[in-house]
């Protein structure tokens, strides 16, 4: 059974930092293609960052330069590093994997079938 755990979301204020993990079990992360999205208070699912099997990272334009999307294979672990934060990245941030889509579909969420419960980021001005 695979579980995604996320954590390390939390209040702050704009211009701050903070580092989300996703800790998984029942899937290896090694090769694994994976996905960091976000839902805004307005209820909209957004791709904030993937990453490739082979380590290759893509960004929503909106993050490009703020945030740093890494794993740890031998923790099992995706981290989402983010940095100059704005009110505007105030959302619940989920980790996603089991991606069946192609290079062109990494940011959208229909192509990943395991997702975490979320981590809360609120930013303040």
């Known amino acids: 059974q695979v579980q995604l755990v996320e954590s390390g979301g939390g209040s702050v204020q704009a211009g701050g930092s903070l580092r989300l993990s996703c800790a998984g079990s029942?899937?290896?992360?090694?090769?694994?293609?994976m996905a960091w999205f976000r839902q805004t208070p307005e209820n909209k699912r957004e791709g904030v960052a993937s990453i490739s099997a082979v380590d290759i990272p893509l960004y929503t334009d909106s993050v490009k330069g703020r945030i740093t999307i890494t794993r740890d294979a031998a923790r099992n672990t995706l981290y989402l590093q983010m940095g100059s934060l704005t009110s505007e990245d105030t959302a619940m941030y989920y980790c996603?994997?089991?991606?069946?889509?192609?290079?062109?579909?990494?940011?959208?969420?229909?192509?990943?079938?395991?997702w975490g419960q979320g981590t809360q980021v609120t930013v303040s001005s």
């Open positions: 029942g899937i290896a992360y090694s090769g694994l293609p």
């Open positions: 996603a994997a089991g991606f069946s889509g192609t290079v062109g579909n990494r940011l959208l969420d229909r192509y990943y079938s395991y």
